[in-house]
């Protein structure tokens, strides 16, 4: 079992930087690939950003290529999604998510933090 705890969202106007973290439980954080995801409100959940459970093999929505970028610590057991150049349609419910190895499908979900970006 994995547990996964987002922070880091808030209200921001258009043009600035908010760093999201992921706090994630247990002792094979390494071993899972880990992934942001964003649900804005009326619209399906979608693909932010992904990263392999060493920190390589990076991927990114097309929206966001350039401007976000993820990374992990392992260390802490934790995952970041760096936003820079915000813009209104970013506002959205931001999750982090876990996928082990054995998985095609991210199984571990955190209850998400809120991102505002104001014009």
């Known amino acids: 079992q994995v547990q996964l705890v987002e922070s880091g969202g808030g209200l921001v106007q258009a043009g600035g930087s908010l760093r999201l973290s992921c706090a994630a439980s247990?002792?094979?954080?390494?071993?899972?690939?880990m992934g942001w995801f964003r649900q804005a409100p009326g619209k399906e959940r979608e693909f932010v950003a992904s990263?392999?459970?060493?920190?390589?093999?990076?991927t990114y929505a097309d929206s966001v290529k350039g401007r976000f970028t993820i990374s992990r610590d392992n260390a802490k057991n934790t995952v970041y999604l760096q936003m820079n150049s915000l813009k209104p349609e970013d506002t959205a419910v931001y999750y982090c998510?876990?996928?082990?190895?054995?998985?095609?499908?991210?199984?571990?979900w955190g209850q998400g933090t809120q991102v505002t970006v104001s014009s």
């Open positions: 990263i392999g459970g060493r920190g390589g093999s990076t």
């Open positions: 998510a876990a996928r082990s190895s054995l998985s095609s499908v991210y199984d571990y």
């Open positions: 247990g002792r094979t954080f390494s071993s899972y690939r």
